[in-house]
């Protein structure tokens, strides 16, 4: 199983920025898909999550209204489009694929990983 994030990179506050997992190995639409960040010197923190269907999304409240969660199950991927970023969103985003009846937001639910993709947001 493999979970592959890009799209990071270097943005000015106000920017966009849209994130990409491409996941292989694993029946990707039996997974829920979740984006989680670290920020330096914080603990890895959730930010959003799609339920496999695609019907439910969640987002953690410092991002709602700005970022959306996607998945396309056809390419399995998921995607985290991030708008009106802010300096504070500065952080090395991972994407994750939780196999569960119901999904959960707790990293400790998740059972794969991605290797991250670093954002950094310039004020």
């Known amino acids: 199983v493999q979970l592959q994030a890009s799209g990071g990179g270097l943005v000015q506050a106000g920017g966009s920025l849209r994130l990409s997992c491409t996941a292989s190995?694993?029946?990707?639409?039996?997974?829920?898909m979740g984006w989680f960040r670290r920020a330096p010197g914080k603990e890895r923190e959730f930010v959003a999550a799609i339920s496999r269907s695609g019907g439910n999304t969640y987002y953690t409240d410092s991002v709602r209204g700005r970022f959306s969660i996607s998945r396309d199950d056809v390419k399995k991927m998921v995607y985290l489009q991030m708008n009106s970023l802010q300096p504070e969103d500065t952080a090395v985003y991972y994407c994750a694929g939780q196999f569960r009846l119901s999904i959960a937001i707790a990293g400790k639910d998740y059972n794969y990983w991605g290797q991250g993709t670093e954002v950094t947001v310039s004020s």
């Open positions: 190995g694993l029946p990707f639409s039996s997974y829920h």
